[in-house]
Nanobody, 126 residues
Framework: QVQLVESGGGLVQAGGSLRLSCAAS????????MGWFRQAPGKEREFVAGISRRGRTTYYTDAVKGRFTISRDNAKNTMYLQMASLKPEDTAVYYC???????????????????WGQGTQVTVSS
């Protein structure tokens, strides 16, 4: 199995930027399709972005397209989420997740992921 640890969250003003990291340990990182999710208070967890094993394919929810960029460095066993032009509605706990299904490319459904990190808080002030 793989262990995931997120970092990089914090408090930022609207219009600002943050970069989240997800460090993986355990199994071979490149065996997993990866994704970012978020959950705001009182709301359900939602998909933010996903990336394929080699990083060639990415997918974003409409709300973050053009503002967020997902990437991964398999040599460093780390995935990133570069967030720009942040809005107050981006405030949430952000989670990274790993999918071990060898046939999966980019996975948008949280129920299909096998491993999750503990989350990192992102707060965007207006």
């Amino acid at each position: 199995q793989v262990q995931l640890v997120e970092s990089g969250g914090g408090l930022v003003q609207a219009g600002g930027s943050l970069r989240l990291s997800c460090a993986a340990s355990g199994r071979t990182f490149s065996d997993y399709a990866m994704g970012w999710f978020r959950q705001a208070p009182g709301k359900e967890r939602e998909f933010v972005a996903g990336i394929s094993r080699r990083g060639r394919t990415t997918y974003y929810t409409d709300a973050v397209k053009g503002r967020f960029t997902i990437s991964r460095d398999n040599a460093k066993n780390t995935m990133y989420l570069q967030m720009a032009s942040l809005k107050p509605e981006d405030t949430a706990v952000y989670y990274c997740a790993a999918d071990r299904n060898p046939t999966a490319l980019v996975v948008t459904s949280g129920s299909l992921y096998d491993y999750w990190g503990q989350g990192t808080q992102v707060t965007v002030s207006s």
